[in-house]
């Protein structure tokens, strides 16, 4: 083999707040064998999701937490490097969950077989993978977007939010975005073709968020929370949808916030106003519909209708880096490392 090691990056603390560099490990271990019923798999590209941030915490939620000294989770797009399981061959192509190594083993569980030559592997994770299918499911099954409505989504330049807003303008909407910063809002209005983004960052944004909704607000995919939710709050309409994605606002938060306590004033107006406010989990909700997504995103990406950006990181040594800058919003696009050639 090309390399006598797996390079791994294990969790080597908790973070208290925002993740620093200390908190990794990068180690080197032997490369594993498998078994019977096994496949041994190298990674080429890993998936750096938000979700990763509350898999460090040792807090119940939907997923076990991380373990200190083990290896970090993620989604992969690797190749098989040896094969004891039916279905798998060597040099096939794979999305795989095997995390921040350059090796590992799979009994095949969750593993979909991509064949020898996909197109562009790497879109497995982004755009055809795990944020595609969120944006598709979240924005379609809960958010029912119709024909004329507004549709308001945050953090719209990233592989969730600009999907969302795509799919909703395929389906006649006025698509308002929120991302940070004029180069991200001039993408969403310029090459996604979304009705107008507001920069969260301006001093006003409250108000030009006002005046682009200026018939309110009927689905608002939440991706972010915090002051970005404060300001949306007052413009949803009567029987508004507001389906739960994300709060990378939050993810790195170690108490409330400051100020007022509002749940009253969100209750109230989840009553008075009827609206549905839903949190889902992609693939624990709607994993028997993946090849209903997989029909329509395959059909829009080939004819031209669905954008997709992808923010390429080359260099394993580089995760920890890229990741507390995605905790930032520091990247643009889907953010993938190239952890080796294939």
């Given at each position: 083999?090309?390399?006598?090691q797996?390079?791994?990056?294990?969790?080597a603390?908790?973070?208290?707040?925002?993740?620093?560099?200390?908190?990794?490990?990068l180690?080197?271990?032997?490369?594993p064998?498998?078994?019977?019923?096994?496949?041994l798999?190298?990674?080429?590209y890993?998936?750096?999701?938000?979700y990763?941030?509350?898999?460090?915490?040792?807090a119940?939620?939907?997923?076990d937490?991380?373990?200190?000294?083990?290896v970090?989770?993620?989604?992969?797009?690797?190749?098989?490097?040896e094969?004891n399981?039916?279905g798998?061959?060597?040099?096939?192509?794979?999305l795989s969950?095997?995390g921040?190594?350059?090796?590992?083993?799979?009994?095949?569980?969750?593993?979909?077989n991509?064949?020898?030559?996909?197109?562009?592997?790497?879109?497995?994770?982004?755009?055809?993978?795990?944020p595609?299918?969120t944006?598709?499911?979240?924005l379609?099954?809960i958010?029912?977007?119709?024909?004329?409505?507004t549709v308001?989504?945050?953090?719209?330049?990233?592989?969730?939010?600009?999907t969302?807003g795509?799919?909703?303008?395929?389906?006649?909407?006025?698509?308002?975005g929120?991302?940070?910063?004029?180069?991200?809002c001039?993408?969403a209005?310029e090459?996604?073709?979304f009705?107008?983004?507001?920069?969260?960052?301006?001093?006003?944004?409250?108000?030009q968020?006002?005046a682009?909704?200026?018939?309110?607000?009927?689905?608002?995919?939440?991706?972010?929370?915090?002051k970005v939710?404060?300001?949306?709050?007052?413009?949803?309409?009567?029987?508004?949808r507001?389906?739960?994605?994300?709060?990378?606002?939050?993810?790195n938060?170690?108490?409330l916030?400051?100020?007022?306590?509002?749940?009253?004033?969100?209750?109230?107006m989840l009553?008075?106003?009827?609206?549905?406010?839903?949190?889902?989990?992609?693939f624990?909700?709607y994993a028997?519909?993946?090849?209903?997504?997989?029909?329509?995103?395959?059909?829009?990406?080939?004819?031209?209708?669905?954008?997709?950006?992808?923010?390429?990181?080359e260099?394993?040594?580089?995760?920890p880096?890229a990741?507390?800058g995605?905790?930032?919003?520091?990247?643009?696009g889907?953010?993938?490392i190239?952890v080796?050639?294939?």
């Amino acid at each position: 083999m090309s390399q006598a090691q797996n390079r791994r990056f294990v969790l080597a603390s908790r973070p208290q707040g925002a993740p620093t560099p200390e908190n990794f490990r990068l180690e080197t271990a032997e490369i594993p064998q498998p078994g019977a019923g096994e496949v041994l798999l190298k990674t080429i590209y890993l998936s750096l999701d938000p979700y990763m941030r509350g898999r460090m915490n040792d807090a119940k939620s939907y997923a076990d937490p991380v373990a200190i000294d083990e290896v970090m989770v993620g989604g992969t797009v690797a190749k098989v490097v040896e094969s004891n399981l039916e279905g798998f061959a060597a040099g096939d192509w794979v999305l795989s969950f095997t995390g921040w190594q350059d090796y590992g083993i799979s009994d095949g569980e969750g593993l979909l077989n991509l064949g020898q030559s996909p197109t562009m592997p790497s879109y497995a994770l982004g755009i055809m993978g795990m944020p595609g299918f969120t944006a598709y499911m979240g924005l379609l099954d809960i958010g029912e977007p119709k024909s004329g409505e507004t549709v308001v989504v945050a953090a719209a330049t990233g592989p969730v939010g600009a999907t969302v807003g795509q799919i909703a303008k395929l389906k006649g909407c006025k698509v308002i975005g929120i991302a940070g910063g004029d180069e991200k809002c001039s993408y969403a209005k310029e090459v996604l073709g979304f009705d107008a983004c507001i920069d969260h960052k301006a001093d006003d944004f409250a108000a030009q968020l006002n005046a682009a909704c200026d018939n309110g607000i009927d689905v608002y995919f939440e991706n972010v929370g915090g002051k970005v939710f404060d300001a949306v709050m007052p413009l949803l309409n009567t029987s508004a949808r507001v389906p739960v994605c994300g709060l990378i606002s939050q993810y790195n938060a170690t108490s409330l916030p400051e100020g007022p306590d509002r749940m009253s004033m969100l209750m109230g107006m989840l009553l008075v106003k009827r609206i549905k406010m839903q949190g889902f989990i992609i693939f624990d909700d709607y994993a028997d519909r993946y090849p209903e997504f997989a029909q329509d995103m395959t059909t829009w990406l080939t004819e031209g209708k669905i954008k997709y950006k992808e923010h390429l990181v080359e260099g394993f040594e580089n995760t920890p880096e890229a990741f507390i800058g995605l905790l930032e919003g520091k990247n643009f696009g889907k953010l993938v490392i190239k952890v080796n050639d294939d």
